[in-house]
């Protein structure tokens, strides 16, 4: 079977940082991606690891190890508007996204 | 940066119509075209995968004679729901990607909220 597991909310206060795990279980691993959604909205595209170590894009930073099935999204100087839902997702055969169940971020002031 | 529209973004319709969903790449040429649903504080889940000049692929558990997919151009695909149910209200969400294989980026579209009633 595939799963993606990821905690369901997290809250933290604006300036904070803060890590949203995501372990996997897949048939077929080629890179794992974070998307952000914003409610009523379509996912917007953060990230992508292929490779273990970490990627930084400003204040995001995503990370892989791909032999620990893990990654995490690291999110920086806390605002506001990153109040969202951010979902791991994983690529697997013939270019397919699976997606974890999301994790609800509250940032609060 | 590419774009994927939808059309329509929301729409209400009586139970046992049918409803299409368009989906287009706005300045790339999409080889794939994948559709998710969406329920209320759930993740996305794949529906079917669509490749231009071919049939859809479909999930297990995805009907496909409820849930047609048409992929007539490298820039447009469509769903059908053919005989809408309440259960069918959702979040129907496309994405298009011009590469191929594990690792090609999708792009999103804005969504379409159906709603039956």
């Known amino acids: 079977g595939q799963s993606l597991e990821q905690p369901s909310e997290v809250t933290a206060v604006e300036g904070a940082i803060v890590q949203i795990n995501c372990t996997y279980q897949t048939s077929g691993f080629y890179g794992l991606s974070w998307y952000q959604q914003h409610d009523g909205g379509a996912p917007t595209f953060l990230s992508y690891?292929?490779?273990?170590g970490l990627e930084e894009t400003g204040r995001f930073s995503s990370f892989l190890s791909r032999s620990d099935s893990y990654g995490y999204l690291l999110l920086q100087e806390l605002q506001m508007k990153d109040s969202a839902s951010y979902f791991c997702?994983?690529?697997?055969?013939?270019?397919?996204?699976?997606f974890g169940q999301g994790t609800e971020l509250s940032v609060k002031p | 940066g590419a774009v994927v529209s939808q059309h329509p973004s929301r729409v209400i319709c009586k139970s046992g119509t049918s409803v299409k969903i368009e989906c287009r790449s706005l300045d790339f040429q999409a080889t794939t075209m994948f559709w998710y649903r969406q329920f209320p504080k759930q993740s996305l889940m794949l529906m079917a995968t669509?490749?231009?000049?071919?049939?859809?692929?479909?999930e297990q558990g995805v009907e496909k004679d409820k849930f047609l997919i048409n992929h007539a151009s490298l820039t447009l695909s469509t769903l059908t729901v053919t005989s809408a149910h309440p259960e069918d209200s959702s979040f129907y969400i496309c994405?298009?990607?011009f590469g191929q294989g594990a690792g090609s980026e999708q792009y999103f579209g804005p969504g379409t909220r159906l709603t039956v009633t």
């Open positions: 997702a994983v690529y697997n055969q013939g270019g397919k996204l699976i």
């Open positions: 994405s298009a990607g």
């Open positions: 669509s490749n231009e000049g071919s049939k859809a692929t479909y």
């Open positions: 690891n292929a490779l273990d």
